[in-house]
Nanobody, 122 residues
Framework: QVQLVESGGGWVQDGGSLRFSCAAS????????MGWYRHAPGKQRELVAS???????YYPDSVKGRFSISRNNSKNTVYLQMDSLKPEDTAVYYC????????????????WGQGTQVTVSS
């Protein structure tokens, strides 16, 4: 089990910046992948950034160059820095922890933060 507590987010004008934090209840070194998803009304949930235990990162084209994910292992916290925000970035953002377990079969366990609204006004 992993509990995730998000902080940050809020309202910002077009071109502004916001920063999220996601604190985990256990060592993030034991978590295979941590990431941030967003869900906007009428759209599918979208992965916007992820980071593996080894530090490899992923960003979709929609946020590449604007968003940056990082981790502080000693604080069991993952951060999402969002710059040059656009109105289309408006959504509820969720922190995710994915644990992959191989015990005969491969099983994936996903844990979610509470979700935080980001609103970017034009």
């Amino acid at each position: 089990q992993v509990q995730l507590v998000e902080s940050g987010g809020g309202w910002v004008q077009d071109g502004g910046s916001l920063r999220f934090s996601c604190a985990a209840s256990r060592s993030i070194l034991s978590i295979n992948v941590m990431g941030w998803y967003r869900h906007a009304p009428g759209k599918q949930r979208e992965l916007v950034a992820s980071i593996t235990g080894g530090g490899s990162t992923y960003y979709p084209d929609s946020v590449k160059g604007r968003f940056s994910i990082s981790r502080n292992n000693s604080k069991n916290t993952v951060y999402l820095q969002m710059d040059s925000l656009k109105p289309e970035d408006t959504a509820v953002y969720y922190c995710n922890a994915r644990i992959v377990v191989m015990t005969g079969t491969l099983r994936t366990y996903d844990y979610w933060g509470q979700g935080t609204q980001v609103t970017v006004s034009s």
